[in-house]
T-cell receptor, first 115, second 113 residues
């Protein structure tokens, strides 16, 4: 069955430091992968997605992620974190026969940014 | 343009009552999804509608949960005989076949007393 694991429940980084949030997935075929961000009291906003092609994808707000098939990973990175990046981050894999169906989400990683 | 809207934003009900949650997807989006977000379970898929195809109901937790989508647009999620464990934020999303990105609404926070 498809699944997504985000090993880090909570991460704290200093403002200006680099960030990497880990995501591992389990999926039989080529996955459709997503990272979403949820700020307190807000809905989910898509940061970036991978469907095919270049394995390094760029997203909004200076985020990028790299798809590594050999490691079943899709880690999210940002070179310099801003205080406004404090939020909860969800990795997801698109499941279903054509990858247009439901999303399977990881448990989320809460990011705290220290001044 | 307008995003996905959901109503009500908050709903407090008593155990045993029925509730209806509404979702208005983005105009032209053929796919509509319902998810539930709770502290203990994270984000869970509930049900998925795609055009005129039979919905994927594989995520509905019990037969107390049902959903319909009228005219390929608005959707209503109904929970009958609510239980305290139904308390959660219910999220709706829609997508087009072209870009497959799911756009989420703000959610309905359901509290069952």
């Amino acid at each position: 069955a498809q699944s997504v694991t985000q090993p880090d429940i909570h991460i704290t980084v200093s403002e200006g430091a680099s960030l990497e949030l880990r995501c591992n997935y389990s999926y039989g075929a080529t996955p459709y992968l997503f990272w979403y961000v949820q700020s307190p009291g807000q809905g989910l906003q898509l940061l970036l997605k991978y469907f095919s092609g270049d394995t390094l994808v760029q997203g909004i707000k200076g985020f990028e992620a790299e798809f590594k098939r050999s490691q079943s990973s899709f880690n999210l990175r940002k070179p310099s974190v801003h205080w406004s990046d404090a939020a909860e981050y969800f990795c997801a894999v698109g499941a279903g026969s054509s990858n247009t169906g439901k999303l399977i989400f990881g448990q989320g990683t809460t990011l705290q940014v220290k001044p | 343009g307008a995003g996905v809207s959901q109503s009500p934003s908050n709903k407090v009900t008593e155990k045993g009552k029925d509730v209806e949650l509404r979702c208005d997807p983005i105009s032209g989006h053929t796919a509509l999804y319902w998810y539930r977000q709770s502290l203990g379970q994270g984000l869970e898929f509930l049900i998925y509608f795609q055009g005129n195809s039979a919905p994927d109901k594989s995520g509905l937790p019990s037969d107390r949960f049902s959903a319909e989508r009228t005219g390929g647009s608005v959707s209503t999620l109904t929970i009958q005989r609510t239980q305290q464990e139904d308390s959660a934020v219910y999220l709706c999303a829609s997508s087009s076949l072209r870009d497959r990105e799911q756009y989420f609404g703000p959610g309905t926070r359901l509290t069952v007393l």
